[in-house]
């Protein structure tokens, strides 16, 4: 009598990409919602074209990591994290002006990638789902142009 054929149990994410995960999402959330504000507050063109850059393309990586996330049977997050929901209303504080132009850029555009990548670094050591590490590797170069072009913008911006 033949075997029967086996079945494999869907991947499942390790606790330290499940983290991961969760963590991009998150930020990704903010991302999206900053960018889409800077897109419209923005008094300069090049901050402004990169807020609306910035916003497609965290709503693209954000979609392809949900599906992943939802293949390996973990809820994404749909919320902002506390501390990203109050540098959202900080900002958003701030009327039209160069300050917000400079603010947007630093500290989304610079300090918010060097998280970030910093945070795929780390977890290039710790991700062996094949499906991630293949998202992180396309992701990672599109996140550290995101920080040259925020460098770039903010030397013009300090003149």
Not at 20 to 39: C, D, H, N, P
Not at 98 to 125: C, M, N, P, S, T
Request: charged share 20%; net charge neutral.
């Amino acid at each position: 009598m033949p075997a029967a054929p086996a079945i494999s149990a869907p991947l499942r994410f390790t606790t330290a990409e499940r983290d991961f995960a969760v963590q991009v999402v998150s930020k990704g959330l903010y991302e999206i919602e900053v960018s889409r504000l800077a897109a419209v507050r923005a008094m300069n063109a090049s901050v402004r074209a990169y807020a609306q850059s910035m916003a497609a393309h965290h709503t693209q990586l954000n979609s392809e990591l949900v599906a992943l996330m939802d293949a390996r049977g973990v809820v994404p997050p749909h919320n902002l994290p506390d501390d990203k929901a109050a540098k959202l209303q900080r900002l958003a504080s701030l009327p039209s002006s160069e300050a917000f132009d400079l603010a947007y850029i630093r500290v989304v555009g610079v300090e918010d990638h060097q998280e970030v990548i910093a945070a795929f670094e780390k977890a290039r050591g710790e991700v062996r789902d094949p499906e991630l590490r293949a998202w992180m590797e396309r992701t990672l170069p599109m996140l550290r142009g995101h920080l040259s072009q925020a460098q770039t913008i903010a030397g013009q911006l300090a003149g």
